[in-house]
């Protein structure tokens, strides 16, 4: 039989159905699966003199059965094995719960070794485990196992697969990478991260895993950012006089973070390689600035901008910003959404207007990549808050031009962590100042018994005119009780506020249409408050809503606390955000002093990222994060930069075909992203 690594795990001898579905659920599914099934930690199993162990240390210790162990059943599957052993002239109490089965394996008189937690205050011990005797190692490896399949089951597994499949594992990392960053061989690096004789062994082992799985990881980005940057772009050759006239004609200044942007973007626009950039700006930064300069500037060469938006009002706020900016300039600014597309003449002028370049830039919705919808000569595409759209949807506005530059904007911050993984096909750039001008939001974060004061406040400032956001408290993935939380607050707030204040109501069970419809009377101010879920997060510019309450803030990550908290503060009136929250650990105040203690979205993000885990800050599938198995993006920033670095440096060598140290790196590239064997 040829072996491959990625065999099933059913290849192994005792492997069964049975056996194979615990794996499976495990995410072992191959053989490679499981050699990279790594320990999650270490145990030190060498047994240790008294003396040396402090209080509650989880240590081996060995002596002698000083007593008939007894168990002892209390509830239901609930019990207690107590016997007595002398270890060192001392008599320790040894109790283990719910490991029944090990009464046959304690022997009165016998000398055993067991690893537990000791208490020296009560000169008692709590087994974990006996270590069985004449064992090879003390140094272990612990598993993450399941009710299917034990630890020890995965272990012996893991042991064979080795021994049957090690001359398989070949090194994706140069052997030059290797020597310069004192790497161990792929094949070394797995035996010592499943049988390391010490902790220095492993601690190598884990630094070589590290890397080579943000190397694999990184060196599959760099050929993407390659291979897309070889489709030959459009070289968009924009009139530099004009640019700068109209960058002069704006009202104020652009800032220094905005300036070095613009000088990034328009030198990739002039480029015959295809702009792949995603700027990153926090809340009121002056991105849609930006994006406008950099569409006048194609628009100068004849070509055409698109920029879609994730909302309708949204679109419709964009578009009639531009369409003031760009009317003196004898520029045509279209719309186009569902609304617009469903006036059957408006969308056949609209469509015929794109179709001759007399509408030079057009504002949309997903309404933008409808079948009928085409261009005269698109030469740039933006999506705005680019996470709120599919990859296929990015993917079809982007074919509606022949390789358009394309620009992606966030206003969710990304540290520069995160930038590397989820975002490392593209290039990154960053507004991290704010207009000078622009109002400090003052956030306060207060104690539910305080409410009653925060809603007076909130009172007073509506007496003077201005709005406010409340928002409802949030039960994660549990869109009907954040309704009924939603609904909750808002019967509560009419109650408190009775007839003198209109409130809505905004909740992710609305229709498109409806919350549509909610968000433009806000904007109007036909509501004076609007109670909502999280789905005002990103949201329209509604200049007069001055203050934002947040229930339960505690349940919100730091990043989507910014967020809400960036929806006030957008026009002339001081603005406001009150944090309502009892939490009960240290973690949970620290979040809320860190939202009190900084207004800069990078800062909180990096924050939210150490306190929370890259997952759950922009949720993986959303962010497209890779589940890396050792290593941490954040813990191991270092290492992952260099990787990046090392990647981009070896995918860009011309000889990279022509060393023999490549020569598995290139079958890697070839079997995992489907190369043609051309990688000039």
Same mark, same amino acid.
């Given at each position: 039989?040829?072996?491959?690594?990625?065999?099933?795990?059913?290849?192994?001898?005792?492997?069964?159905?049975?056996?194979?579905?615990? #794996?499976? /659920? =495990?995410?072992?599914?191959?053989? @490679?699966? !499981? &050699?990279?099934?790594?320990?999650?930690?270490?145990?030190?199993?060498?047994?240790?003199?008294?003396?040396?162990?402090?209080?509650?240390?989880?240590?081996?210790?060995?002596?002698?059965?000083?007593?008939?162990?007894?168990?002892?059943?209390?509830?239901?599957?609930?019990?207690?094995?107590?016997?007595?052993?002398?270890?060192?002239?001392?008599?320790?109490?040894?109790?283990?719960?719910?490991?029944?089965?090990?009464?046959?394996?304690?022997?009165?008189?016998?000398?055993?070794?067991?690893?537990?937690?000791?208490?020296?205050?009560?000169?008692?011990?709590?087994?974990?485990?006996?270590?069985?005797?004449?064992?090879?190692?003390?140094?272990?490896?612990?598993?993450?196992?399941?009710?299917?399949?034990?630890?020890?089951?995965?272990?012996? #597994?893991? /042991? =064979?697969?080795?021994?049957?499949? @090690?001359? !398989? &594992?070949?090194?994706?990392?140069?052997?030059?990478?290797?020597?310069?960053?004192?790497?161990?061989?792929?094949?070394?690096?797995?035996?010592?991260?499943?049988?390391?004789?010490?902790?220095?062994?492993?601690?190598?082992?884990?630094?070589?895993?590290?890397?080579?799985?943000?190397?694999?990881?990184?060196?599959?980005?760099?050929?993407?950012?390659?291979?897309?940057?070889?489709?030959?772009?459009?070289?968009?050759?924009?009139?530099?006089?004009?640019?700068?006239?109209?960058?002069?004609?704006?009202?104020?200044?652009?800032?220094?973070?905005?300036?070095?942007?613009?000088?990034?973007?328009?030198?990739?626009?002039?480029?015959?390689?295809?702009?792949?950039?995603?700027?990153?700006?926090?809340?009121?930064?002056?991105?849609?600035?930006?994006?406008?300069?950099?569409?006048?500037?194609?628009?100068?060469?004849?070509?055409?901008?698109?920029?879609?938006?994730?909302?309708?009002?949204?679109?419709?706020?964009?578009?009639?910003?531009?369409?003031?900016?760009?009317?003196?300039?004898?520029?045509?600014?279209?719309?186009?959404?569902?609304?617009?597309?469903?006036?059957?003449?408006?969308?056949?002028?609209?469509?015929?207007?794109?179709?001759?370049?007399?509408?030079?830039?057009?504002?949309?919705?997903?309404?933008?990549?409808?079948?009928?919808?085409?261009?005269?000569?698109?030469?740039?595409?933006?999506?705005?808050?680019?996470?709120?759209?599919?990859?296929?949807?990015?993917?079809?506005?982007?074919?509606?031009?022949?390789?358009?530059?394309?620009?992606?904007?966030?206003?969710?911050?990304?540290?520069?962590?995160?930038?590397?993984?989820?975002?490392?096909?593209?290039?990154?750039?960053?507004?991290?100042?704010?207009?000078?001008?622009?109002?400090?939001?003052?956030?306060?974060?207060?104690?539910?018994?305080?409410?009653?004061?925060?809603?007076?406040?909130?009172?007073?400032?509506?007496?003077?005119?201005?709005?406010?956001?409340?928002?409802?408290?949030?039960?994660?993935?549990?869109?009907?009780?954040?309704?009924?939380?939603?609904?909750?607050?808002?019967?509560?707030?009419?109650?408190?506020?009775?007839?003198?204040?209109?409130?809505?109501?905004?909740?992710?069970?609305?229709?498109?249409?409806?919350?549509?419809?909610?968000?433009?009377?806000?904007?109007?101010?036909?509501?004076?408050?609007?109670?909502?879920?999280?789905?005002?997060?990103?949201?329209?510019?509604?200049?007069?809503?001055?203050?934002?309450?947040?229930?339960?803030?505690?349940?919100?990550?730091?990043?989507?606390?910014?967020?809400?908290?960036?929806?006030?503060?957008?026009?002339?009136?001081?603005?406001?955000?009150?944090?309502?929250?009892?939490?009960?650990?240290?973690?949970?105040?620290?979040?809320?002093?860190?939202?009190?203690?900084?207004?800069?979205?990078?800062?909180?993000?990096?924050?939210?990222?150490?306190?929370?885990?890259?997952?759950?800050?922009?949720?993986?599938?959303?962010?497209?994060?890779?589940?890396?198995?050792?290593?941490?993006?954040?813990?191991?920033?270092?290492?992952?930069?260099?990787?990046?670095?090392?990647?981009?440096?070896?995918?860009?060598?011309?000889?990279?075909?022509?060393?023999?140290?490549?020569?598995?790196?290139?079958?890697?590239?070839?079997?995992?992203?489907?190369?043609?064997?051309?990688?000039?």
């Amino acid at each position: 039989m040829v072996r491959k690594l990625e065999d099933s795990v059913e290849c192994l001898p005792g492997v069964g159905p049975k056996k194979t579905i615990a #794996l499976n /659920k =495990l995410g072992i599914n191959t053989i @490679e699966d !499981l &050699l990279t099934y790594y320990p999650f930690r270490y145990d030190n199993l060498a047994a240790k003199s008294l003396s040396e162990i402090s209080e509650q240390e989880k240590v081996t210790i060995k002596g002698t059965v000083a007593s008939e162990p007894t168990l002892i059943r209390f509830g239901r599957k609930k019990n207690r094995l107590n016997f007595r052993l002398i270890v060192e002239n001392q008599v320790i109490l040894v109790t283990f719960f719910n490991q029944p089965y090990l009464k046959e394996k304690v022997q009165l008189g016998n000398d055993i070794a067991i690893y537990g937690r000791y208490n020296i205050k009560r000169q008692s011990f709590t087994g974990m485990k006996i270590i069985p005797a004449g064992q090879s190692n003390d140094f272990k490896g612990v598993y993450r196992a399941s009710k299917e399949i034990k630890a020890n089951q995965i272990e012996k #597994l893991i /042991k =064979l697969a080795f021994d049957e499949y @090690e001359y !398989l &594992l070949n090194d994706i990392v140069p052997l030059s990478l290797r020597n310069k960053y004192r790497l161990e061989t792929r094949k070394q690096m797995i035996h010592d991260m499943h049988f390391p004789q010490n902790k220095k062994q492993a601690d190598l082992a884990r630094r070589s895993a590290i890397f080579e799985e943000f190397f694999r990881f990184q060196i599959g980005l760099q050929f993407l950012k390659k291979e897309d940057k070889k489709n030959s772009g459009l070289s968009i050759k924009y009139d530099n006089e004009k640019l700068k006239k109209f960058i002069e004609s704006l009202p104020f200044e652009l800032t220094n973070a905005q300036k070095h942007v613009v000088n990034e973007i328009c030198f990739n626009l002039r480029q015959p390689e295809k702009m792949n950039r995603l700027l990153q700006g926090d809340v009121g930064s002056g991105k849609t600035i930006v994006a406008a300069i950099a569409m006048y500037a194609v628009v100068t060469a004849g070509y055409q901008a698109a920029l879609m938006v994730p909302t309708e009002i949204l679109a419709q706020q964009h578009a009639e910003k531009l369409a003031k900016l760009f009317m003196p300039l004898g520029i045509n600014v279209g719309l186009m959404t569902s609304t617009t597309t469903s006036k059957v003449v408006q969308k056949r002028e609209l469509l015929k207007q794109l179709k001759n370049n007399t509408i030079q830039i057009v504002v949309g919705t997903h309404a933008l990549i409808q079948n009928e919808v085409e261009f005269a000569k698109l030469g740039l595409v933006i999506t705005d808050e680019q996470h709120r759209f599919g990859v296929n949807q990015r993917k079809l506005l982007r074919e509606k031009g022949t390789n358009p530059d394309v620009l992606a904007m966030t206003a969710t911050p990304i540290p520069r962590t995160l930038a590397i993984t989820s975002y490392g096909e593209m290039d990154v750039s960053i507004i991290n100042e704010l207009p000078s001008g622009r109002k400090a939001i003052d956030t306060k974060w207060i104690r539910k018994k305080q409410l009653n004061e925060a809603l007076s406040f909130i009172r007073q400032q509506l007496d003077e005119g201005a709005q406010a956001y409340v928002v409802s408290p949030l039960i994660e993935e549990s869109e009907m009780m954040d309704l009924q939380n939603a609904e909750e607050v808002f019967e509560k707030l009419k109650k408190y506020f009775g007839e003198q204040y209109r409130i809505g109501l905004l909740h992710g069970k609305l229709k498109p249409a409806e919350k549509e419809n909610i968000m433009k009377k806000f904007v109007k101010h036909e509501y004076d408050i609007l109670v909502s879920t999280t789905v005002i997060e990103v949201g329209v510019d509604v200049p007069n809503a001055s203050v934002m309450m947040i229930l339960d803030a505690d349940r919100f990550g730091l990043a989507q606390l910014h967020q809400l908290r960036g929806r006030v503060g957008r026009g002339s009136r001081k603005s406001y955000c009150f944090l309502v929250a009892d939490p009960t650990g240290d973690y949970g105040k620290e979040r809320m002093k860190t939202m009190v203690d900084t207004l800069d979205g990078f800062v909180i993000a990096q924050r939210d990222l150490e306190l929370r885990g890259p997952g759950d800050v922009l949720g993986t599938a959303q962010a497209g994060l890779p589940e890396f198995k050792v290593g941490d993006p954040v813990r191991d920033l270092k290492i992952l930069q260099i990787a990046q670095q090392e990647a981009a440096r070896i995918i860009n060598d011309p000889n990279l075909k022509e060393k023999d140290e490549n020569f598995e790196l290139l079958k890697f590239l070839k079997r995992k992203i489907n190369w043609n064997n051309n990688l000039d």
